[in-house]
């Protein structure tokens, strides 16, 4: 049976009272409350205030797996921009070599990132390692407003839905790090969606068109099934996620073909059901995202004031008493 000190090293220790400053991962026994006590995240979390982008915009693809290292690319109208974010500062980087308006298809981190899709449709594939772009093997479909994978990778990416105009279209397409494959459609055509997860791992969700909008389905390598609806719906959501079980979205538009109304709503998926969270601070509409249910990060948008906001999302670490329970 695995033990405390062979996974963390270290003897749980007996102390008289709560140490001062406490480290995450820390456990000790309080002697003098008779209690178990560690030290970690707690609680459902809250949106904060970042740093401002340099060159506002919507309908950009955010790229990360956490607050200190996210990039997000392209904006309307027609934009190359890229920019890096070190969890205070956004800093303009080399640009791609295509400008791409709502570019929505994305995967990898900062130093190995792939952006796919653009509006007006398009089939371009570019690649960045840290520095520089280069174009890779086009998607199959031209396609703009696709699903991106927040969990994949340069050789493992998944483009979900999209298409060359609305309502968009139901194609899947699945990438290898040398050339995309069709694989198994959307059980609904859908058009700027939401997603989380990994090419063979993957939640969507939302749909700019009734009644679809609340929609939610979730791909295992092979085939795309129906799971829980998420509770608010809407479509141009910004979100992140690693898996398809942990995955958030937040803001977008509430009701399909509407414009202009963002929205504040933050949800998270356990893998079984959403759930509404803390709201961020203003309504945003068309923003990117990044980062995951405990690290995780909203930007940009088409909703003032929200077009260069970056907001960041972090549970807080506290003391935790241990019971049986």
């Known amino acids: ?36 006590k560690g030290y970690g995240m707690q609680g459902t979390g809250a949106w904060a205030s970042g740093g401002a982008m340099n060159t506002a915009g919507g309908y950009v693809i955010g790229i990360g797996t956490s607050i200190s290292a996210s990039m997000i690319a392209g904006r309307g109208p027609n934009s190359a921009l890229v920019e890096t974010y070190d969890g205070t500062t956004w ?28 509006a007006p449709a398009s089939t371009l594939v570019e690649e960045w390692n840290g520095t520089g772009w280069t174009e890779r093997a ?7 407003y696709t699903c991106n994978s927040t969990g994949g990778t340069t050789t493992a990416a998944l483009a979900g839905g999209g298409g060359s105009g609305a309502p968009g279209g139901a194609l899947t397409e699945q990438f290898d790090g040398t050339s995309w494959t069709e694989v198994g459609d959307l059980n609904f055509a859908r058009w700027r969606a939401s997603s989380a997860g990994t090419s063979t791992d993957q939640l969507v969700t939302g749909d700019a068109n009734a009644p679809e909008e609340d929609k939610t ?7 795309w099934t129906a799971v829980s609806d998420i509770n608010g719906g ?67 948008g088409y909703t003032p004031p929200t077009a260069s906001a970056t907001y960041e999302w972090s549970i807080p670490d506290a003391t935790k008493t241990f019971t049986a329970s």
């Open 1 to 36: 049976m695995a033990t405390y000190i062979g996974i963390k090293g270290i003897e749980i220790q007996s102390l008289a009272s709560d140490p001062a400053n406490p480290v995450v991962g820390q456990v000790w026994y309080n002697t003098d409350s008779a209690t178990l």
């Open 138 to 144: 086009d998607i199959n479909s031209s396609r703009s």
């Open 234 to 300: 809407g479509y141009s959501m910004g979100g992140g996620g690693a898996t398809s079980s942990t995955a958030w979205v937040m803001g977008g538009t509430p009701e399909a073909k509407r414009r202009g109304v963002g929205t504040s709503n933050t949800e998270h998926y356990n893998g079984t059901s959403w759930t509404e969270v803390g709201d961020v601070a203003s309504p945003i509409e068309a923003g990117g995202g990044a980062g995951t249910t405990t690290s995780g990060m909203g930007m940009g």
């Open 91 to 118: 800093t303009e980087v080399t640009a791609m070599t295509n400008g791409r308006q709502g570019v929505s298809g994305g995967a990898g981190s900062t130093t190995a990132g792939l952006v796919y899709g653009a």
């Open 217 to 223: 389905e979730k791909w295992n390598g092979t085939t």
